[in-house]
């Protein structure tokens, strides 16, 4: 496990890395480094996996986007990228099959027609003979009765992973790290990359719980800080790549359940109604709710703060999802809740309103290079699948300068990972949870093994307990009186945070550890 925070390590060690963003990328980097060797610290400024990796559409992609754009080698990466990540974490995902009706137009079926053969014949191909079990279906109804309707001329088929729980598989990540020797602690800002004589030489970074400052030493910085790693851009480095993000956002709906995830085209016109545009919004089975998302705005505007869907942008994108599909009979009333992410947009400066196309491929920025400082390498994933790849591309870069001989990356060939798990306590599952003494016990071991300071880090991140709805409230005492007993809260701090988690369902939106003062913070 990932243990207490002891964030005067950070102070007192000595490190070869220091990685900035507990993410799925930073937790991927930590993880690879320290398996070469280099002695790791990893921090991160609210709770780990509290960022874009929780707010994500929670599919592993198998690449058939890439393929579509002709993108031969992204759709190879993220098919080997999704296997790869299906065996070190077994347990965090399953199989789920994708339909993509096809509509009355007689070009619109042979172009999925098409894509079936085309897929299925580049995944044999790129995995050796295995069968991708992609097909075009004349009639879906043996797939799943219900779902007739939305197919009434067919539609392509595609077999595909989705992660039952994305923060389960990053703190993964993070407790291999940790048990190879990495540091990792959440709560802690880099505020500033420190450097001299042109060589980075640490980071000065801050606690945000005890607000004391100090210094992290090592020669190399990983910035994996996700849309806020520009605001550490260092101005020898020049200006930053022209990356725009866009807004997305997802929600958890009560409606029934389905076996097999829709992938719908929302078609519009662009601003002035001159260039069509189209993208895929996917409606799959979650816990016992149903997905939807991602909704996609211009709008991506980085704040300090966490990223919050407002109730305006909920309610635009359930009166656009109605509007267009009826029968799904989705309404503000039915949203459980929902998460906001941004997503990059490389290379263009602005939104471009003729297009909703996010980047496929992502940014790796050695500042070197650039003028900036030697030891400072800058990334920005673009979606969670292929993560791991980019780990091991900015740490291949710190091994073709550093000063010792490390080890090739061994992640992809690596073991199983041993906390791939739905929670820190035995017993717990993916389940709801409605005991307050095994609330209580998840809260504690939360807290004492995974560094759990809020309620949502424990029932939305620690565990899958929040994906089913808010729990009841005997079962928010358990937990918050174990995270106060283990915290030193008061009586007035414990009944803040469950407040304030019980407001993460009242008022749909991801409740990040800074949305406002926590137990305990200033």
Request: aromatic letters at 6%; hydrophobic letters at 45%; a neutral charge.
């Amino acid at each position: 496990m990932i243990g207490r925070r002891e964030p005067g390590r950070l102070e007192r060690d000595r490190f070869d890395l220091v990685v900035i963003g507990g993410g799925i990328l930073g937790a991927f980097i930590a993880w690879d480094a320290t398996l070469r060797g280099l002695r790791t610290a990893l921090i991160e400024r609210d709770d780990f996996a509290a960022g874009t990796s929780s707010a994500s559409g929670r599919v592993l992609h198998g690449g058939l986007r890439s393929l579509q754009h002709l993108d031969v080698s992204a759709a190879a990466e993220s098919l080997r990228e999704r296997e790869i990540i299906a065996r070190l974490a077994p347990g965090l995902s399953r199989p789920l099959p994708f339909l993509f009706p096809a509509s009355a137009a007689i070009a619109d079926q042979v172009l999925l027609r098409t894509a079936a053969v085309v897929w299925k014949s580049f995944v044999r191909s790129a995995q050796g003979g295995l069968d991708s079990a992609a097909r075009f279906a004349r009639s879906v109804h043996d797939l799943e009765p219900s779902i007739g309707d939305w197919a009434p001329y067919g539609g392509l088929v595609v077999r595909d992973r989705q992660l039952i729980s994305a923060e389960r598989l990053v703190l993964a990540v993070l407790a291999a790290a940790v048990d190879g020797g990495a540091v990792a602690v959440n709560r802690v800002e880099c505020q500033e990359i420190l450097s001299s004589n042109g060589r980075v030489d640490g980071v000065r970074a801050l606690d945000r719980e005890s607000g004391n400052a100090f210094r992290v030493n090592a020669p190399w910085v990983l910035n994996a800080a996700g849309p806020w790693a520009a605001e550490l851009w260092p101005a020898e480095s020049g200006a930053p790549p022209p990356v725009s993000f866009a807004r997305g956002i997802h929600l958890v709906a009560d409606l029934p359940a389905r076996k097999i995830a829709l992938g719908l085209t929302w078609s519009e016109q662009s601003v002035g109604g001159k260039v069509p545009r189209s993208r895929r919004v996917f409606v799959m089975p979650w816990a016992d709710s149903t997905l939807i998302g991602a909704s996609f705005e211009p709008d991506g505007s980085i704040s300090s703060g966490p990223i919050e869907p407002s109730a305006d942008e909920i309610l635009r994108f359930v009166t656009g999802m109605s509007r267009r599909w009826p029968a799904l009979e989705l309404d503000v009333d039915r949203v459980r809740y929902a998460v906001a992410g941004l997503y990059p947009i490389f290379g263009r400066g602005r939104w471009n309103p003729g297009t909703y196309a996010v980047a496929s491929r992502p940014l790796v920025c050695d500042h070197l290079e650039r003028g900036g400082p030697d030891g400072l390498i800058t990334g920005i994933s673009v979606k969670l699948t292929t993560a791991r790849a980019l780990a091991e591309r900015m740490v291949d870069r710190v091994a073709a300068r550093c000063d010792q001989a490390l080890a090739p990356c061994s992640t992809a060939s690596a073991d199983p990972l041993p906390h791939a798990l739905p929670s820190p306590v035995p017993g717990i599952g993916f389940g709801p949870l409605d005991d307050p003494a095994q609330a209580s016990r998840l809260a504690t071991a939360a807290a004492e093994l995974e560094q759990a300071r809020t309620l949502a880090d424990v029932f939305l991140r620690r565990s899958t307990v929040g994906q089913h709805g808010i729990p009841a409230r005997d079962v928010l005492e358990g937990a918050g009186t174990a995270l106060a007993s283990v915290l030193g809260w008061s009586a007035e701090e414990k009944e803040s945070d469950i407040l304030r988690f019980e407001r993460f369902y009242g008022r749909p939106g991801q409740p990040g550890s800074d949305s406002e003062p926590g137990p305990g913070e200033s």
